[in-house]
């Protein structure tokens, strides 16, 4: 259940008009830093009368923009589609990884890799670090955790059971990562980094299957009908209890502090919402689980966005550095390494253009070094967004790193502008029910019998229309209890 957010109360007989306005309600976005994640009000208010009378806190005056910002960054989990679509990018990326080095993997994180499993024992030792498949040598086991981080990657994507998917990601991706680390393109350790970010994330409020499943409990609820029952959130739930509390006895988290205690908070956690969820919804303590939980995804996705902009100033700054940047031939040696030229006809082509080489090596390094002061202008910034996926897109094709590329691009969503994410979101619902309706014996037009039930809402996406309250396109969905993934039950 979604908390409302506060409105200011309008007086429809205006007396008195003050030359001082109070803040519209729905302020649209007008240049935010941080498309579709942070609104700020639009231009100069509308002329006319205003009611009269003491001014609700936050409505106007200099105290008004604090407040705003602090309901909204209480009252909603920011940035739905921006977070679905992280979500649904990484786990993509380590889901079609960990697919193609099925044949490979005992080679690079198993029994025949040449880092063995000594070997990883004493660096785990040293560092601290956490791994799961350091709990014993057995090919059996590490079979199973790869299998298992296989499946929560493929669950993660599609949004099921997103909060305990989101853990058991982590978890190994971590156990795999840490168990070789000399595996790997640089993705690896973006996808390190933000399988850590999502646990803390409600990336699941659209795109995503429990949205869809918390729709039709809302549907149900209107109706006057008992919500689905559920036995696999809380089977889980059950499961992954004692496999901690052993892991937690035995030294099995590493040696570091801050892995136990966000695995036992969130273990926690979980059964809290549970119980508040099922045994007084409508509460105080429900209103406050939401505020801490909207307050944990806007701080996590925060640290994604400063992350991303990390990356590209390091790389580029670093990349000023070198003398081979600078004198514009950078991109030339990799062109004609044979372990980066899956095409080589292609490669030649372009590196036989010393023109088209220094362009791409200075265009590069400003692209990178520019991007992170580019995010308080909307367009310049979206502009750099488009020519950093087509950078990654080039990378992936002409340097053999795919997903490198695919990991980059997925950081890079989180700054994609709403409005185009639900564009894109309405022409994939509208092709997969072109596809459906195409299959013999399945009519899936909307509205027939049968028709899927939209992720973020009754009908599995939202409605086209005008901007609403701020969002840029549509208002966002307000599914944080079972939507965002922060209950027992998933």
């Not at 602090?70 to 990326?93: C, D, H, K, N």
């Not at 993660?156 to 190994?172: C, D, H, K, P």
């Not at 993705?187 to 795109?207: K, P």
């Not at 750099?384 to 992936?396: F, S």
Request: aromatic share 8%; charged share 10%; glycine share 10%.
């Amino acid at each position: 259940m979604t908390t409302p957010s506060p409105r200011t109360p309008q007086n429809p007989t205006p007396q008195n008009p003050t030359p001082q306005n109070p803040a519209p309600q729905n302020p649209a976005p007008q240049n935010p830093a941080l498309q579709g994640l942070a609104p700020q009000p639009s231009g100069p208010p509308s002329a006319g009368p205003q009611p009269s009378g003491p001014r609700t806190p936050g409505s106007g005056g200099p105290a008004g923009g604090p407040a705003r910002g602090l309901q909204r960054v209480t009252a909603s989990a920011l940035g739905p589609y921006q977070s679905a679509v992280v979500r649904i990018g990484f786990a993509a990326t380590y889901l079609f990884f960990l697919l193609r080095e099925l044949p490979h993997r005992h080679e690079l994180y198993g029994p025949d890799s040449p880092w063995h499993w000594e070997l990883a024992r004493r660096l785990t030792d040293g560092n601290e670090a956490f791994s799961v498949l350091m709990w014993t040598d057995s090919t059996l086991w590490f079979e199973s955790v790869y299998v298992l981080t296989l499946l929560s990657a493929a669950a993660l994507m599609v949004g099921w059971r997103t909060r305990t998917m989101s853990v058991l990601f982590m978890v190994g991706v971590l156990s795999l990562q840490n168990r070789s680390i000399f595996m790997g393109d640089g993705g690896d350790n973006v996808v390190h980094l933000m399988a850590i970010y999502l646990v803390l994330t409600r990336c699941a409020q659209v795109w995503s299957l429990d949205a869809r499943r918390a729709a039709r409990n809302a549907q149900r609820a209107a109706e006057g009908l008992p919500p689905l029952r559920d036995i696999a959130g809380p089977a889980l739930w059950a499961v992954l209890g004692p496999v901690l509390a052993t892991a937690t006895l035995m030294g099995g988290l590493g040696g570091t502090w801050w892995l136990p205690t966000l695995l036992w908070v969130l273990w926690l956690s979980a059964a809290a919402w549970w119980a508040v969820n099922r045994y007084a919804p409508r509460s105080e303590p429900r209103t406050l689980l939401d505020v801490l939980a909207n307050l944990t995804h806007n701080a996590a996705l925060a640290v994604i966005m400063a992350e991303v902009c990390l990356i590209y100033a390091t790389a580029g700054w670093y990349k000023i550095q070198g003398s081979r940047w600078q004198d514009g031939t950078a991109l030339y040696y990799p062109l004609n390494l044979d372990y980066f030229t899956p095409w080589p006809a292609l490669s030649d082509i372009l590196g036989a253009s010393g023109l088209m080489v220094m362009v791409l090596t200075y265009g590069t390094v400003i692209v990178q070094v520019a991007f992170p002061f580019t995010l308080f202008n909307r367009r310049v910034k979206n502009v750099l967004l488009v020519v950093m996926i087509c950078e990654h897109a080039g990378i992936a094709l002409l340097l053999g790193l795919p997903f490198f590329s695919m990991a980059m691009i997925a950081a890079d969503a989180v700054f994609l502008p709403t409005a185009f994410l639900v564009w894109l979101g309405g022409r994939v619902t509208i092709g997969r029910l072109l596809l459906l309706s195409r299959l013999p014996g399945r009519s899936r037009t909307p509205g027939s019998p049968g028709a899927p039930v939209r992720a973020d809402g009754p009908d599995d996406g939202p409605a086209d229309g005008p901007a609403r309250g701020g969002h840029g396109g549509t208002d966002e969905p307000r599914l944080q209890g079972g939507g965002g993934g922060h209950t027992l039950v998933g």
